[in-house]
């Protein structure tokens, strides 16, 4: 459960969107995505992968200049 307590004198969008923030974190929405529809283990594994390689070349690039 998510608890964000409300300062005194705050604004409720200010801490709407904290909220917000903190409830994006969790990744609730992402899993709830991922799992309305039956993934293989190979493909996610795929998936996986492909992903590791993207980021470790976007490192390299910052490495590099």
């Known amino acids: 459960m998510i608890i964000v307590p409300v300062k005194e004198g705050e604004n409720i969008e200010r801490a709407l969107k ?3 923030r903190k ?3 969790t990744g ?3 899993e709830m995505r991922s ?6 283990p190979s493909v996610q594994d ?3 992968k492909i992903k590791a390689v993207y980021k470790q070349q976007l ?3 910052e490495i590099d200049g």
Do not use: L
């Open 35 to 40: 799992r309305q529809a039956y993934k293989k």
């Open 59 to 61: 490192q390299q690039k």
């Open 18 to 20: 904290r909220f917000k």
């Open 46 to 48: 795929r998936e996986e």
């Open 23 to 25: 409830f994006e974190r």
């Open 28 to 30: 609730v929405v992402k």
